[in-house]
Nanobody, 131 residues
Framework: ELQLVESGGGLVQAGGSLRLSCVAS????????IGWFRQAPGKEREGVSC????????YYADSVKGRFTVSSDNAKNTFYLQMNNLKPEDTAVYYC????????????????????????WGQGTQVTVSS
């Protein structure tokens, strides 16, 4: 069974940092597209980052570029999202997923209410940034 489990969320003040983890089971990250998404209350899902593990290329949403960094530990089959200089507008449930989409597909970055384009996704971890 393919499974992703996130952890590392919490409450942090604006300007603070958090590191989220995404552990995969049932498959290896190699040659998968792995994305971090977030969904704030009352809003649609939005793409935060997208990594093509085949060539190691990572793309970031403009809203997080320069503040968020993706890394991975293949031995632990774990993806990380390092979030620095957090802002109140970063408050959301964050989850990792392997979409059917490619990072260069515009649909990856468009807001969406659906999970139909995700092959597997985790339950999410809450990130709350206070002002």
């Amino acid at each position: 069974e393919l499974q992703l489990v996130e952890s590392g969320g919490g409450l942090v003040q604006a300007g603070g940092s958090l590191r989220l983890s995404c552990v995969a089971s049932g498959f290896k990250f190699d040659d998968y597209v792995i994305g971090w998404f977030r969904q704030a209350p009352g809003k649609e899902r939005e793409g935060v980052s997208c990594t093509n593990t085949g060539d190691g290329t990572t793309y970031y949403a403009d809203s997080v570029k320069g503040r968020f960094t993706v890394s991975s530990d293949n031995a632990k089959n774990t993806f990380y999202l390092q979030m620095n200089n957090l802002k109140p507008e970063d408050t959301a449930v964050y989850y990792c997923a392997s979409p059917y989409l490619q990072c260069t597909d515009s649909a990856f970055w468009q807001p969406s209410e659906s999970h139909r384009d995700l092959e597997v996704w985790g339950q999410g971890t809450q990130v709350t940034v206070s002002s």
